[in-house]
């Protein structure tokens, strides 16, 4: 029998995953639920990533880790970091950075779709610069919405629909409206439960999945929608009755968020609709998120998992920096 080592046409010394990787310096922006579980993740590949700094809003102090701690931008940008990855807020700041990042030449991986979506032209800028620009985590958490879109254009489909369940929250609360539970009770155990921010409304009023949807559309039809533009329906809209009403009849209303091509173009909504029980997107329970994507060779892919959480997102935005370090670290 062939021993492995003779099934190698190169010494293993010089095996490509390893001997091939550059050495990154990393900025991470924010250190909350998704950096903190991507920074444990860096530890473990030592020799490959190595951190320059993390920005916080609050001062931390020296017992947090041996690592520079700032909440200055700019002074994190002057530690000469090759990769920044963002996980902060819907904020300036994040805006800033990565405004800084683009312009500094520094690779950026991100988290945050609201910044990412509403600023098409920094992705743009980074891509005629040759630097690596990945929001893997931005859309679904941990399910892989934007890699499946990529792979399919790749292989010569053409994506004619893309439908899902891009919202956590939102999943999480109509859940609990569905048992009879009001909306401030639904609302404040989906905060407990770590699902909801403080403000809820990105959420619950559909612009989180509308940036989604942007980011979705950028990949699948080389397209930059305002996630601000595209008409979203308000969970405040419905009542728990009609809720109720629903279940009655064996439908289940889901926030749908959906991008499909008409004679006029690519239309984006964000939906409450009322789907069959039975419905693949109706059985999407707790935070998850599901997503079919239709091509026009009838070929049809269902996507389902965790849509957010520090486990799956911090996975997604690992595997964006496993990417850039097998490609060289460029773009
Ligand atoms: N959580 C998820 O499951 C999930 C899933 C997909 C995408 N995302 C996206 O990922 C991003 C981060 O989410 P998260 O849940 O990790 O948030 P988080 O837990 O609230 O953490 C945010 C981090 O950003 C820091 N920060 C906030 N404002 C800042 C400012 N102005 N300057 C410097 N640092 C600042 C905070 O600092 P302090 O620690 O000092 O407060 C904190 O470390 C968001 O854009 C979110 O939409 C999250």
Redesign the pocket.
Known sequence: MMSLVAALDYPLDLAPTTALKPRLRVVLL??????SGVLAGLEDMPGQVEIAAI????PRNESEGAYAWL?DLTAAFDTGPDLVID?????A?AEKALALAVERGVHVIS????VIARRPDLEAKARRAGLGFAYS??VG?GVPVLETVARLKASGETITRVRGVLNGTSNFVLGLLEKGIGFDDAIAAAQAAGFAEEDPSADLDGLDAAAKLALIARAAFDIAPDPYAIPADSLFDLSVGQILGARENGLRYRQLAELSVQAEGVVATVRLQALPEDHALARVENEENAVEIDCASGTRIVLNGKG???TP?AGSVLSDVRALLANGGAG
């Open positions: 924010g250190c909350g639920t998704v950096n920005v916080t809003r609050r909440t996980a902060l807020p819907d904020c700041a988290a945050n779709k609201a985590a931005a958490g957010a959480g520090q997102t």
